[in-house]
Antibody
Framework: QVQLVQSGAELKKPGASVKVSCKASGYTFSGFYIHWVRQAPGQGLEWMGWINPYSGGTEYAQKFQGRVTMTRDTSISTAYMELSSLRSDDTAVYFC?????????????WGQGTLVTVSS | DIVVTQSPESLAVSLGERATINCQSSQSVFYRSNNKNYLAWYQQKPGQPPKLLIYWASTRQSGVPDRFGGSGSGTDFTLTISSLQAEDVAVYYCQQYYTTPQTFGQGTKVEVK
């Protein structure tokens, strides 16, 4: 079955960087975009960007431009999201989700989420 | 950016009754080229990731019970739960994926009255 399994919780200091992984299984990794969405405690969902695992192409939300980098390693079917210059308001659960981009039919499978806490 | 606004913020419905959630986008999310609305609905329970219920505004995701229905076009959309079950207690989000940045509504919390 399709699974996206994310790395574990992180505690970071302000100004540091965090890199979250998302390992895909049960489908052809290169056939689906991976999106990253975050959710601050008690808040709604915020889209951060996507990566095309086939080409490595990316698109980021303007809000995160310059601070976020999305990469992938096709040999291990894993996508990564790195966020730098962390601030306290980056404290959130970070989700990866896949999308079949050719027909844009929504995010049909999600990772379990990774809690990133930014605190001094 | 397209602003997506949901209403109401919360909703209490008796078991077996209908629940209706509205979603309005600040501009049309309808693609004329393929006649589709790029609007999805998700259900999120506490401590879980969101689950896709509806895409293209009205197409039910595989495995989603048929009591969940989506309707609307252009800028105005509705998610209807025809007969609320206890397991439907959750927060529901709509999402436009017509253009980037993709944006979500603020969520609607559905509870049992």
């Amino acid at each position: 079955q399709v699974q996206l399994v994310q790395s574990g919780a992180e505690l970071k200091k302000p100004g540091a960087s965090v890199k979250v992984s998302c390992k895909a299984s049960g489908y052809t990794f290169s056939g689906f975009y991976i999106h990253w969405v975050r959710q601050a405690p008690g808040q709604g969902l915020e889209w951060m960007g996507w990566i095309n695992p086939y080409s490595g192409g990316t698109e980021y939300a303007q809000k995160f431009q310059g601070r976020v980098t999305m990469t992938r390693d096709t040999s291990i079917s894993t996508a990564y999201m790195e966020l730098s210059s962390l601030r306290s308001d980056d404290t959130a659960v970070y989700f990866c989700a896949r999308e079949y981009h050719f027909d844009s039919s929504g995010f049909d499978s999600w990772g379990q989420g990774t809690l990133v806490t930014v605190s001094s | 950016d397209i602003v997506v606004t949901q209403s109401p913020e919360s909703l209490a419905v008796s078991l077996g009754e209908r629940a209706t959630i509205n979603c309005q986008s600040s501009q049309s999310v309808f693609y004329r080229s393929n006649n589709k609305n790029y609007l999805a609905w998700y259900q999120q329970k506490p401590g879980q990731p969101p689950k896709l219920l509806i895409y293209w505004a009205s197409t039910r995701q595989s495995g989603v019970p048929d009591r969940f229905g989506g309707s609307g076009s252009g800028t105005d959309f509705t998610l209807t739960i025809s007969s609320l079950q206890a397991e439907d207690v959750a927060v529901y989000y709509c999402q436009q994926y017509y253009t980037t940045p993709q944006t979500f509504g603020q969520g609607t919390k559905v509870e049992v009255k």
